[in-house]
């Protein structure tokens, strides 16, 4: 059972708009900034979205990162077949002493 | 770039210790501002982490793994490794070592995130 929780699947058709929610508690997201992490099929995964909704370079504006209070949203837009992987939110968490916690994944599959 | 890169065996027997290796390179481990975190996934499931190491030897680790975890740092080979004990069929997974950055406003972590991983190893745990 993760900490923070997202639904397990997601899907949507070519140039499509598909939202992927992260639900946490006051103890992680609610204090914390959200981080969202991109794992294509048998690859590391790889840095998405940081500080709740700034992009590393090279990361195409089509992926967005929003939050509010204890929950946040990863935000794909003009879907592409390449976007099918598996997506994972990300926050420090200040209880017993601190961790890192993440969220189960969600797969996203481009119909 | 910083990349990244774990080595070590692949099978290790129930109750031994797994051990791993990270190599930087394209960039300094004792660079201020980074620590240098290991990461797991166990087959299937998502990613849970293990614990961090700064470059001056500093660690901290995941309370759920605490007493069984190691994080040591060697600067001068620019590598950071890590030692699990006791492992047991459930510590079969795939290991990464990833690099979090910190933006800190007087001294107190304002954000954080990892990046760059390593491409990961797969450890087994079987006899």
Redesign the interface.
């Known amino acids: 059972q993760?900490v923070l929780t997202q639904p397990p699947s997601a899907s949507g058709t070519p140039g499509q708009r598909v939202t992927i929610s992260c639900s946490g508690s006051s103890s992680n997201i609610g204090s914390n900034?959200v981080?969202w992490?991109q794992q294509l099929p048998g690859?590391?995964?790889?840095?998405l979205i940081?500080?709740n909704n700034q992009r590393?370079s090279g990361v195409p504006d089509r992926f967005s990162g929003s939050k509010s209070g204890t929950s946040a949203s990863l935000a794909i837009s003009g879907l592409q077949s390449e976007d099918e992987a598996d997506y994972?939110c990300?926050a420090?968490d200040d209880s017993?002493?601190?961790?890192?916690?993440?969220?189960?994944?969600t797969k996203l599959t481009v119909l | 770039q910083v990349q990244l890169q774990e080595s070590g065996p692949g099978l290790v027997k129930p109750s031994q210790t797994l051990s791993l290796t990270c190599t930087v390179s394209g960039g300094s481990i004792s660079s201020g501002g980074y620590y240098w975190?290991w990461?797991r996934q166990h087959p299937g499931?998502?990613?849970?982490?293990i614990g961090y190491i700064y470059y001056s030897g500093s660690t901290?680790y995941?309370?759920?793994l605490k007493s069984r975890v190691t994080i040591s740092v060697d600067t001068s080979k620019n590598q950071f490794s890590l030692k699990l004990s006791s492992v047991t069929a459930a510590d079969t997974a795939v290991y990464?070592c990833a690099r979090e950055q910190r933006i800190t406003i007087f001294g107190v972590?304002?954000?954080?995130?990892?990046?760059?991983?390593?491409?990961?190893t797969l450890v087994t745990v079987s006899s």
């Open positions: 993760s900034t981080n992490y690859t590391a995964p790889k840095l940081y500080s590393p994972y990300a420090w017993l002493n601190g961790s890192w916690v993440f969220g189960g994944g | 975190s990461i499931k998502g990613l849970e982490w901290y995941n309370p759920s990464y972590v304002s954000r954080n995130w990892f990046d760059p991983w390593g491409q990961g």
